[in-house]
């Protein structure tokens, strides 16, 4: 069966440093995939989404970069971090095709001091 | 363009009475539709899906929804809310791409 790691589950960064939030898909290959952020009432925000390696579409410009230096690897950076950024990330996988759900990880709880 | 429409960001019933939770959308295409359920600290995980066919789709946990397409709506209910239905629920839609487009979200508060 499929599965999507993401780590870490929390972490607290202060304005100004880097960082990099790292997902994994097992068990598929190909996938389609996703980051977006919640805020809360504010439903989800696609950041970026690839259909295969090294290819990203950027749905936000701003601070944040997204890489896919392998196929079911999804990696989401910052070079300096805003306190906009702030926020609850979710990395997706789908099939590729309209009709297909994602699946999601568990999130990585952002905040930044 | 395809766009959703979530009425109500919170929605509050007892333990045992009907959930119904509201869902319109827009689409220029036959839509794709969709429920997930969140748990507080925890990704989406998808409740239910209308593609094609019947209009009458069951999902987990005893949810069910109905397309309509003369009012352009995908309702989410259930005939006797448990304490563990407590979540934030969305809905989203599809015109074909793989990029589905969000709704903001209900949160269910169930009392005892």
């Known amino acids: 069966s499929q599965t999507i790691h993401q780590w870490p589950a929390t972490l607290v960064q202060p304005v100004g440093s880097p960082l990099s939030l790292e997902c994994t898909v097992e068990g598929t290959s190909n996938p389609n995939l996703y980051w977006y952020r919640q805020a809360a009432g504010r439903g989800l925000q696609l950041l970026f989404y690839?259909?295969?390696?090294?290819?990203i579409s950027s749905e936000v410009p701003q601070n944040l970069s997204a890489s896919r230096p392998q196929d079911r690897q999804f990696i989401l950076s910052s070079k300096k971090l805003l306190l906009s950024d702030s926020g609850f990330y979710l990395c997706?996988?789908?099939?590729?095709?309209?009709?297909?759900?994602?699946?999601f990880g568990d999130g990585t709880r952002l905040s930044i001091l | 363009a395809q766009s959703v429409t979530q009425l109500g960001s919170h929605v509050s019933v007892s333990e045992g009475a009907l959930v119904l939770l509201r869902c319109n959308y827009s689409s220029s295409v036959p839509p794709y539709l969709f429920w997930y359920v969140q748990y507080p600290n925890q990704g989406l995980q998808l409740l239910l899906k209308y593609t094609t066919g019947a209009t009458l789709v069951k999902g987990i946990n005893g949810f069910e929804a109905e397309f309509k397409k003369s009012e352009t709506s995908f309702h989410l209910t259930k005939p006797s809310a448990h304490m563990s239905d407590a979540a934030e629920y969305f809905c989203a839609v599809s015109e074909g791409s793989y990029i589905p487009t969000f709704g903001r979200g209900t949160s269910l508060i169930v009392h005892p």
């Open positions: 997706a996988w789908s099939v590729s095709g309209g009709n297909q759900p994602q699946h």
């Open positions: 690839s259909v295969g390696i090294g290819q």
